[in-house]
């Protein structure tokens, strides 16, 4: 595995509505035409080594959609992962579904319980898909559980620190992600990791997400290999650290 690899990709992927309307069709094609796109990244993981990757299908601000966007993407969701959770256990994927899946349909909560029991022995990719998610919702709901912690006298507030914070987010003990992709012309975060990307590297492109292909990815590979990460120290520190 290459020292420049990514250990942690995270992809907003975003552009469909925009992909549909530039040909004069239904948004919920451009969601539709965007499913290639996903497999193909996931695809490229798992050749490539990288460990983890994390998809933002959708936010918790995307409930506010008009009500057909909204169900004819939760419909998409239970046929995608029906279809696709075959090739992902062929292909060592483990799967999780982070956010307040709670929101979601019982049908719909019901297939990713049974796409993440089925897959939960595997090892070559960890691929997250966040649905229902927010990167405010995260962190409250990590807050939560150890304030609960706190109240129940089974951890002091000392104790607190940003590890064991870290360990309560939807991330768990994966590790931060190292290179973050967004699609779809915009740059902004939207309410996504927002704890969790507070060192990767940034990568944008106008490209819409159904039109995002190997080439697309292999330039945000080969543009994270060229970044120098310095974590807030010099650039000698820096080197001296890697160099350790
Ligand atoms: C991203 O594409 C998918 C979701 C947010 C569910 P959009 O639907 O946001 O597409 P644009 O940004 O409107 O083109
Ligand atoms: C971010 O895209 C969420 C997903 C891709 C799931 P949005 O289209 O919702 O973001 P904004 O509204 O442009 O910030
Ligand atoms: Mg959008």
Request: glycine share 8%.
């Amino acid at each position: 595995m290459s020292a420049t690899l990514p250990r942690h990709v995270a992809i907003i992927m975003d552009g469909n509505g925009r992909w549909a309307q530039q040909r004069g069709l239904a948004r919920h094609a451009g969601h539709k035409a965007g499913i290639p796109a996903v497999r193909m990244c996931v695809e490229e993981c798992v050749r490539r080594g990288i460990g983890a990757l994390t998809l933002f299908a959708f936010s918790s601000e995307n409930w506010r959609r008009p009500e057909t966007e909204v169900s004819n993407l939760m419909t998409l969701f239970v046929d995608a992962l029906e279809r696709e959770v075959t090739d992902l256990h062929a292909n060592g994927v483990r799967l999780a579904v982070i956010g307040d899946r709670h929101a979601l349909s019982v049908r719909l909560q019901a297939r990713v319980a049974e796409a993440e029991h089925h897959t939960a022995g595997n090892t070559r990719l960890r691929l997250q898909i966040a649905m229902s998610y927010g990167g405010r919702w995260d962190i409250v709901q990590a807050a939560r559980k150890l304030a609960a912690a706190v109240a129940s006298g089974a951890l002091r507030t000392s104790d607190i620190d940003e590890a064991r914070f870290a360990a309560g987010l939807a991330l768990g003990e994966l590790p931060d992600p190292d290179l973050f992709i967004r699609t779809g012309g915009e740059h902004r975060i939207s309410n996504f990791l927002l704890w969790n990307l507070a060192y990767t590297e940034l990568w944008f492109t106008d490209l819409l997400w159904p039109d995002f292909g190997v080439a697309a990815f292999e330039s945000a590979l080969a543009c994270f290999a060229g970044r120098e990460r310095r974590y807030g120290l010099t650039a000698a520190q820096q080197r001296e650290a890697d160099s350790a």
